[in-house]
């Protein structure tokens, strides 16, 4: 494995993956899908995509993101479709509602 170069700002990235060939991206920290649907548009060669991300309240984090778990719901309804809408037929579309620490330990 080789690492990729610096990139000037994120949304190249899509860009630079389907350069090099690569089908597989995890995007930790989703909220509302907003990048990986620009992902998933750009990278057509994508195959698999994780959305890692808690979508849940958490006590004692002051953040903009940090709503009740019932607006956390509608977040993550709203990432799954945003990043469905955009992958090409084919492409799988995973979630992972967890620490990404936890997630990590789970994926190979």
């Known amino acids: 494995m080789r690492p990729l170069p610096p990139l000037q700002v994120r949304e190249h990235l899509a860009h630079l993956l389907e350069h090099e060939g690569l089908r597989t991206g995890a995007e930790v920290g989703v909220r509302e899908g907003t990048f990986a649907a620009g992902m998933l548009r750009t990278w057509r060669s994508c195959t698999s995509y994780l959305l ?7 006590p004692n984090y002051r953040d903009g993101a940090n709503l009740d778990d019932a ?5 993550m309804q709203q990432a799954l479709r945003a990043a469905r809408r955009q992958a090409r037929p084919g ?8 620490y990404s620490t936890s997630c990590a330990e789970g994926l190979a």
């Open 71 to 75: 607006k956390q719901q509608g977040v």
């Open 52 to 58: 890692i991300d808690l979508w849940a309240h958490q």
């Open 91 to 98: 492409t799988r579309v995973h979630m992972f509602r967890n």
